[in-house]
């Protein structure tokens, strides 16, 4: 089966630096490759993701690269924020429809 | 969006006595759901996927008989955790895929129950 690897597990970033989460996964029939912001007892949020038929995506602050051929995908989020604050999730969708999460980081934006 | 509630929002029971967790698609039809389990800092795990007029589908490790998962109607999954114990204390939440949208894959989550066994 899928399984997803997330590094790193933290991340303090100061406020207005760059972050950056790094995902890889091993079905290489994964196609969808979403991402997730959750703050502590919610639920998970998207904030951006991406299919397999794509490089890259970026919506404002965040952006998402993807390497099929090395079966890995990072989060990009620039001028960090202090609301940035929050536990990120990497998942992929295989093609039974089965999303499988990474391990999750804990990003720390300081003011 | 669509929007998928889930009730009750939290719980607490004493061990031994099971609780119902219902999960519901409010502006669409699901025919599959999915149940995830998530433990203090940790991430979410898969435990079953909800098939609407079927039996459900579980991941390796989940007891079918423990958690009881029912899928009577396109709007509704409910997952029962029978003769409940203090290690099945967690986060438990459900999402539903929305076959209407053109994003077929995006899973819509509920907003989750946090259950606490005594």
């Known amino acids: 089966g899928e399984n997803v690897e997330q590094h790193p597990s933290t991340l303090s970033v100061q406020e207005g630096d760059s972050a950056v989460i790094k995902c890889t996964y091993s079905?290489?029939?994964?196609?969808?490759f979403p991402w997730y912001k959750q703050e502590l007892g919610k639920r998970p949020q998207l904030i951006i993701d991406i299919r397999s038929n794509v490089g890259e995506k970026k919506d404002q602050r965040i952006a998402v690269t993807l390497n099929k051929t090395a079966k890995h995908f990072s989060l990009h989020i620039t001028e960090t924020q202090p609301e940035d604050s929050a536990v990120y999730f990497c998942a992929a969708v295989n093609q039974g429809g089965k999303l499988i999460f990474g391990q999750g980081t804990e990003l720390s934006v300081k003011p | 969006g669509a929007v998928v509630s889930q009730h009750p929002s939290r719980v607490i029971c004493k061990s031994g006595t099971s609780v119902k967790i219902e999960c519901r698609s409010l502006?669409?039809?699901?025919?599959?759901m999915f149940w995830y389990r998530q433990f203090p800092k940790q991430s979410l795990m898969l435990m079953a996927t909800?098939?609407?007029?079927?039996?459900?589908?579980?991941e390796q490790g989940v007891e079918k008989d423990k958690f009881l998962i029912n899928h009577a109607s396109l709007t509704l999954s409910t997952l029962t955790v029978t003769s409940a114990h203090p290690e099945d204390s967690s986060f438990y939440i459900c999402s539903a895929r929305d076959p209407g949208t053109s994003i077929g894959n995006e899973q819509f989550f509920g907003p989750g129950t946090r259950l606490t066994v005594l």
């Open positions: 079905d290489s029939a994964s196609n969808y």
């Open positions: 909800s098939n609407e007029g079927s039996k459900a589908t579980y």
């Open positions: 502006d669409f039809q699901a025919t599959t």
